[in-house]
T-cell receptor
Framework: DTGVSQNPRHKITKRGQNVTFRCDPISEHNRLYWYRQTLGQGPEFLTYFQNEAQLEKSRLLSDRFSAERPKGSFSTLEIQRTEQGDSAMYLC????WGSGTNTEAFFGQGTRLTVV | AQSVSQHNHHVILSEAASLELGCNYSYGGTVNLFWYVQYPGQHLQLLLKYFSGDPLVKGIKGFEAEFIKSKFSFNLRKPSVQWSDTAEYFCAVNAPGTYKYIFGTGTRLKVLA
């Protein structure tokens, strides 16, 4: 399967614990995005990487959230001291990038986080 | 700031009925427009996209959308829906040269067999 891969698919954690999610984008896709989706809402942008550089973070991303893409390939999203309001589906997407290229984002199946 | 509005939150249709889902965006410049679909238990998949050219774009599974610049709209249509079209549909916008895709809140379509 050459699509965007996310692990784990489901995570249940106790409030206050830290969690980390992994995203493997489509090979050679320079752009990587993290989105969050809650029930009844569309995906909300969290952050964006171009290669290893994190170029934008949404105001939705509090200081408990951190994302990395150390070698410009896979990415991790960590949530520290989880709260019940963090319960959501966390989506990763990737897209190719090149000068003048218009393209769509390719999404993974997401990691569903439940904070109890 | 860019935003996307989908006015129909839930739509119920019988098989063979025609479908039109509304999408309006607020952005003054040139935009790229997308419709994504999410079938139950599956990831978001691209239905169709508009970058430039013919404002009537055709996508997969018989879907089409029309970009009307003067109305800031990109409505999704299908002449005859099938039970298998039951899914959630999301409109999204992206400005060329930027990177964020801004999504609407989605429309949940249920097709009755």
């Amino acid at each position: 399967d050459t699509g965007v891969s996310q692990n784990p698919r489901h995570k249940i954690t106790k409030r206050g614990q830290n969690v980390t999610f992994r995203c493997d984008p489509i090979s050679e896709h320079n752009r990587l995005y993290w989105y969050r989706q809650t029930l009844g809402q569309g995906p909300e942008f969290l952050t964006y990487f171009q290669n290893e550089a994190q170029l934008e973070k949404s105001r939705l991303l509090s200081d408990r959230f951190s994302a990395e893409r150390p070698k410009g390939s896979f990415s991790t999203l960590e949530i520290q001291r989880t709260e019940q309001g963090d319960s959501a589906m966390y989506l990763c997407a990737s897209s190719p990038w090149g000068s003048g290229t218009n393209t769509e984002a390719f999404f993974g199946q997401g990691t569903r986080l439940t904070v109890v | 700031a860019q935003s996307v509005s989908q006015h129909n939150h839930h739509v119920i249709l019988s098989e063979a009925a025609s479908l039109e889902l509304g999408c309006n965006y607020s952005y003054g410049g040139t935009v790229n427009l997308f419709w994504y679909v999410q079938y139950p238990g599956q990831h978001l998949q691209l239905l169709l996209k508009y970058f430039s050219g013919d404002p009537l774009v055709k996508g997969i599974k018989g879907f089409e959308a029309e970009f009307i610049k003067s109305k800031f709209s990109f409505n999704l249509r299908k002449p005859s829906v099938q039970w298998s079209d039951t899914a959630e549909y999301f409109c999204a916008v992206n400005a060329p040269g930027t990177y964020k895709y801004i999504f609407g809140t989605g429309t949940r379509l249920k097709v009755l067999a």
